[in-house]
C-alpha cells in the first residue's frame, strides 16, 4: 500500500500566513497564539512521516510546498501518481482541522471522517474514526463529494482533526503531546487498513 498524504490549505511564508480564508485558523488566544490550519496541518502530516519511515510504511507527501496549492493541481498529483503505480494499491489520506464562525464558543468538537460513496473509503473510515476518534472525541463519518474525495482515481478520506474554534480541542492540539497521540493514532489505523486492504 502507498498512502498519499495531502496536508490542506498553505503554511506560513516569512511570516505570512499563505490561506487567505478567515474559517482556516483559530481566534487569537490572550497569550497571542493562533492555531493556523495550513501549518497546523503540516506539522502534523511531517510527524505521521517520521513515524511511517519507522514503520516501513510508504508514504508520498502530496504537497511538500509551503504555498497554498490549489484543489485542482492537488488532484492532478493524486491521479498522476496512481497512473505511475499501475497495479499497486493507493489511499489518499487528506489532514484537515475543522472550523465555524463563533468565537470559541461552538460545542462541536472532535474528529469528523469524510468519505464520498465513487471512491470506495468509506469501509476504511471506520478504522480511523474508532481509533483517531479516541484521542479527540469521535463526531462520526459523513458522505461529502469534496473535490478531493470525488474527483480522484483512488480510495480518500478526509480527516478534519478537530475544531479551531472549540478552545478544548485547540488547546490539546496545539501541544506536542496532543500531536503525537493523534498521529500515533492515524499511523495505527494506516496498519490496519494495510492489513486489510
Known sequence: MIWIIDNGHGGIKDGEYLTKSPHKRSPAYPDGFIL??????????KMIFEKA??????????????????????????????NENI???????????????????????????????YNDARKYAYVFQDYVGDIIGNRGIFEKAFKMLDQVNVPALLLECGFMNNKKDVEYLRTEHGKDLLTDAIIYSMREVNKII
Open 36 to 45: 493556523y490550519e495550513g501549518q497546523w496541518n503540516r506539522e502534523v502530516t
Open 53 to 82: 519511515k519507522i514503520l516501513d510504511i510508504d508514504a508520498i507527501n502530496l504537497v511538500p510546498e509551503i504555498d497554498d496549492i490549489s484543489l485542482d493541481e492537488r488532484i492532478r498529483r493524486v491521479n498522476k501518481i496512481k
Open 87 to 117: 497495479g499497486k494499491d493507493l489511499f489518499l489520506l487528506s489532514i484537515h482541522m475543522n472550523g465555524t464562525d463563533e468565537y470559541f464558543t461552538t460545542e462541536k468538537s472532535g474528529l469528523t471522517t469524510f468519505y464520498y460513496r
